[in-house]
């Protein structure tokens, strides 16, 4: 079955950097492409970028240009996410979500269990 | 790309059918037809309940369907049931060539 892992909570204080993982299995990774999705505290979603896994292609929210990197490691089927320059209002649960080969966003079919990072001096 | 209008909330009893509506513009819903919904129970991630605006996944009951007209996409749970209470959102994809979600909906079962 599709599982997306996702490393463990972290707290950073701002200005630091946090870089979250994103295990696949049960599927083909470089099949499909990977989006980075989060929520702060009693917010809705926010769609961040996305990672194809198939030729390495990015696509990244305009708001978070230059401060968010995201890469995959096929050999391991692991997606990464960094995020510099933390802010508290980054404060928030990243999700990864398994997403189209070639086009960001067109629906999120799997989702990890979420990763809390809290930013906090 | 401002996000798409959903109602903060809605409210039905067990067995009656509600409507969520996702309102966007012509460069979002009105646009493709790449629309999904997501439902999510508090501090559980999301789970995909219906993409390209009308398509469920396998394993989510057809007591949920999707629709779409003009700029406005609709979700519908017949049947309603206690375990049905949750978060809802929608999503689009746009003419950015990236996604954005609605502001989200909480259902409530009464």
């Known amino acids: 079955q599709v599982q997306l892992v996702q490393s463990g909570a972290e707290v950073k204080k701002p200005g630091a950097s946090v870089k979250v993982s994103c295990k696949a299995s049960g599927y083909t990774f470089t099949s499909y492409g990977i989006s980075w999705v989060r929520q702060a505290p009693g917010q809705g979603l926010e769609w961040m970028g996305w990672i194809s896994a198939y030729n390495g292609n990015t696509n990244y929210a305009q708001k978070l240009q230059g401060r968010v990197t995201m890469t995959t490691d096929t050999s391991t089927s692991t997606a990464y996410m960094e995020l510099r320059s933390l802010r508290s209002d980054d404060t928030a649960v990243y999700y990864c979500?398994?997403?189209?080969?070639?086009?960001?966003?067109?629906?999120?079919?799997?989702w990890g269990q979420g990763t809390l990072v809290t930013v906090s001096s | 790309q401002s996000a798409l209008t959903q109602p903060a909330s809605v409210s039905g009893s067990p067995g009656q059918s509600i409507t969520i509506s996702c309102t966007g513009t012509s460069s979002d819903v009105g646009g493709y037809n790449y629309v999904s919904w997501y439902q999510q129970h508090p501090g559980k991630a999301p789970k995909l309940m219906i993409y390209d605006v009308s398509n469920r996944p396998s394993g989510v009951s057809n007591r949920f369907s999707g629709s779409k007209s003009g700029n406005t996409a609709s979700l519908t749970i017949s049947g309603l049931q206690a375990e049905d209470e949750a978060d809802y959102y929608c999503s689009s994809y746009t003419s950015s060539s990236t996604p954005v979600f609605g502001g989200g909906t909480k259902l409530t079962v009464l």
């Open positions: 979500a398994r997403s189209d080969i070639a086009v960001a966003g067109v629906s999120f079919d799997y």
